[in-house]
């Protein structure tokens, strides 16, 4: 019963990380993108509104997929 839960919860988290992460912006696109997206990272660019709430989703979801993995991997 609770592994049945477990599973069921696992593919829901599996099916919103995938959405969040599509539905994020875009760093930058070619190599002169690559440097200035690192650029910007480094000196610390400001991320606002939207972007930055799907980062926070995003490290969030990572972080209950990964506890459920786990748990139904030690559930076995």
């Known amino acids: 019963m609770l592994k049945g839960f477990l599973t069921g919860l696992y593919v829901l988290i599996c099916i919103l990380l995938i959405g969040v992460v599509l539905l994020q912006s875009g760093r930058s696109a070619g190599l ?8 910007e990272a480094l000196f610390g660019g400001k991320k606002k509104g939207l972007d930055e709430f799907f980062d926070r989703l995003t490290v969030g979801l990572a972080v209950v997929f990964g506890l459920l993995s786990l748990a139904l991997v030690v559930w076995e």
């Not at 002169?32 to 650029?39: D, R, V, W």
Request: cysteine-free; glycine content about 38%; overall charge neutral.
């Open 32 to 39: 002169s993108g690559s440097i200035a997206g690192g650029a």
